[in-house]
């Protein structure tokens, strides 16, 4: 059969608005949380992060708000640049023992229009 | 730069060949790990290092063989591969402080098999 890539979830904005990336994570015992940024041909680049006993952590341009009730994290970029435009994952922690490691999702790919 | 490189940034090879992936990190980083990112599934994670010790393999076909000589260091060994194992492999570092789990990533190496 036909091979079909992973369909991602694209946000189109304007330049100079204000852009917001949602998420839906599974476990609610996670305790911690991490949005990356992936431009073409690069890796995966860290934005922010945060723990469970916050709603909300500011960056520079970028708020990050936790919503533990219905398991949902947004990524909130203002004033949205051409510079922008990538792919945005979001990450929760899973611990074993003493170990952990980072669940990704799925993506987000934002555009942004000048 | 994350203070993550990989090499080579690409590779082709054929079902047949044996090649191996290279990953160094510069940031003093304890743990290490290899990631495999396909248009058809979001972010996997293969093999976690901690200290030069292999704590995470998630069920990874033993086509992919990976080494940690030591913790600035990690390989992963190719042969006998498939065309779906062509794919974008991460690497990436991290250490935990002050409560931030990031991890470190390279630029990966784009892999194609044929």
């Known amino acids: 059969g036909e091979s079909v890539g992973l369909h991602l979830p694209t946000l189109s904005v304007q330049e100079g608005d204000n852009s917001i990336i949602n998420c839906a994570y599974s476990?609610?015992?996670?305790?911690?949380f991490i949005w990356y940024k992936q431009e073409s041909g690069k890796g995966p680049q860290f934005i922010i992060d945060?723990?469970?006993?916050?709603d909300k952590r500011q960056g520079q341009r970028v708020t990050v708000l936790l919503n533990k009730t219905v398991k949902h994290l947004s990524l909130q970029i203002a004033a949205t640049q051409p510079g922008d435009s990538a792919v945005y994952f979001c990450?929760?922690?899973?611990?074993?023992?003493?170990?952990?490691?980072?669940?990704f999702g799925s993506g987000t790919r934002l555009l942004v229009r000048p | 730069e994350t203070g993550v490189t990989q090499t080579p940034r690409h590779l082709v090879m054929g079902m047949t060949n044996k090649k191996s992936l290279k990953c160094e990190q510069h940031l003093g980083h304890n743990a290490m790990y290899w990631y495999k990112q396909s248009a058809k599934k979001p972010l996997e994670l293969m093999f976690v290092y901690n200290f030069k010790e292999q704590t995470e393999n998630n069920s990874v076909p033993s086509r992919f063989s990976p080494e940690c000589p030591n913790s600035s260091h990690l390989f992963l060994h190719l042969h006998t591969l498939q065309p779906e194992d062509s794919a974008l492999y991460l690497c990436?570092?991290?250490?935990?402080?002050?409560?931030?789990?990031?991890?470190?990533f390279g630029p990966g190496t784009r892999l194609t098999v044929t």
């Open positions: 990450a929760e922690i899973e611990w074993e023992d003493s170990s952990y490691k980072l669940i």
């Open positions: 945060i723990r469970s006993n916050m």
């Open positions: 476990n609610s015992a996670s305790d911690y």
């Open positions: 990436a570092s991290s250490q935990e402080a002050g409560g931030s789990y990031e991890q470190y």
